[in-house]
């Protein structure tokens, strides 16, 4: 069974550009989250989606943050326009059940310059 | 507001040896849960062990156990036998199950290096 997959791995941008990070979480699994973690501070929790639907954003930054999981499989996550202080390590989550323990991703690593 | 400590930003085991990871909380809540994930050099976290506050018993997961101490709002991680394959990061993460909270407040993280 394949687990949470995200893409790319690591992505460089310039400061004011976007940036779209991809979450593919382990099929069947209705729930979805997103974190972050900023260099040398603990993990952070962005998202939840419920299928398709945002159960709970109350971790988002700021606007220019926005997520989407159309047909509630896949999800993005759109950083527009990047600041330097988004740089860190996005994590993306996926579990069968609420409350349940999550499948983490491998990360992206977003830098921006 | 739930508060995840983890007071060892390093730790050192020699391999085959037992070693503990600290993780304190702080909430105000009665009904939450407690995680342990490690994270390998490779990126992932990888879950390795669930403790819910109601739970009389100590989880335990093959070498992994946790100690949990209600009163004192400590949910240690102790690895026995280490391998040089625990060398990663280990992060203690908190769940408030009483308000339905889906999300996870995570600490600081300890890197574990196990010396050969």
């Known amino acids: 069974e394949a687990g949470v997959t995200q893409f790319p791995s690591h992505s460089v941008i310039e400061k004011g550009q976007t940036v779209t990070l991809r979450c593919d979480p382990i099929?069947?699994?209705?729930?979805l989250y997103w974190y972050r973690r900023v260099m040398g501070k603990e993990i952070k929790f962005l998202l939840h989606?419920?299928?398709?639907?945002?159960?709970?954003e109350s971790g988002m930054p700021n606007n220019r943050f926005l997520a989407e999981r159309t047909g509630g499989t896949y999800s993005t996550l759109k950083v527009q326009p990047a600041e330097l202080e988004d740089s860190g390590v996005y994590f993306c989550?996926?579990?069968?059940?609420?409350?349940?323990?999550?499948?983490f991703g491998q990360g992206t690593r977003l830098t921006v310059v | 507001a739930q508060k995840i400590t983890q007071t060892q930003p390093g730790m050192f085991v020699q391999e085959k040896e037992a070693v503990t990871l600290d993780c304190t909380y702080d909430?105000?809540?009665?009904?939450?849960?407690l995680f342990w994930y490690k994270q390998p050099s490779s990126g992932e976290m990888i879950f390795l062990i669930y403790?819910?506050?109601?739970?009389?018993q100590n989880a335990t997961e093959g070498r992994y156990s946790l100690n949990f101490q209600k009163a004192r709002k400590s949910a240690n991680l102790v690895i026995s036998a280490s391998q040089l394959g625990d060398s990663a990061m280990y992060f203690c993460?908190?769940?408030?199950?009483?308000?339905?909270?889906?999300?996870?407040?995570f600490g600081t993280g300890t890197r574990l290096t196990v010396i050969p």
């Open positions: 099929s069947g699994h209705d729930n």
């Open positions: 993460a908190m769940r408030d199950l009483q308000r339905g909270a889906n999300n996870l407040f």
């Open positions: 909430t105000s809540d009665q009904s939450y849960g």
């Open positions: 989550a996926s579990s069968q059940e609420q409350g349940a323990g999550a499948f």
């Open positions: 403790q819910g506050s109601y739970d009389e």
């Open positions: 989606f419920v299928k398709e639907s945002k159960q709970d």
